[in-house]
């Protein structure tokens, strides 16, 4: 699995924007990203995460994505109220190349797993975590993460802005 200090890898997909376009996503973006992994539309726990998710829009690009294809993230979209109006986008990986370049494949399943990236402006990983299929990710630890990596000092395990740093 590609960690901390690793290239995150460069490879484009097709997703679904805010406006309910399809567009060319490139996942290395010239500044903070959060790319984050869930296994399929059309359930149950992920559209906790990904309407959860849209808090992060305001410290870094942020990209949803799943195996399954641009057509059918259009169509969840539309079809349920917590991720209509999301503010950022959710991009198809089908057949899971950049999840297996990853290594984020739960193989048995053919799905991801439930993997958060926090890549800095040079596409280097800052962050990694990987959930169990049947476990959400709290979205407000994942911007505390970005807003500490972000700050440029030592912090604490409970930091958060404006407070000081690790002496």
Known sequence: MLTVGDQFPDLHMTGVNEENEFIDVDVLLPEWTVVYFYPKD????????????????SEADVIG??????FCKLAWKKDNSLIREINHILAADCG???SRKLGI????????YRATFIIDPEGIIQHVSVNALDTGRNANEVLRTIQALQAG?????SWQPGEDFVA
């Open 42 to 57: 059309f359930t149950f726990i992920c559209p906790t995460e990904i309407a959860e998710m849209d808090k992060l829009c």
């Open 96 to 98: 899971l190349r950049l």
């Open 65 to 70: 994505v799943s195996g399954d294809n641009e």
């Open 105 to 112: 494949v739960d193989e048995k399943n053919g799905v991801c």
């Open 153 to 157: 000092g030592l912090t604490g395990c």
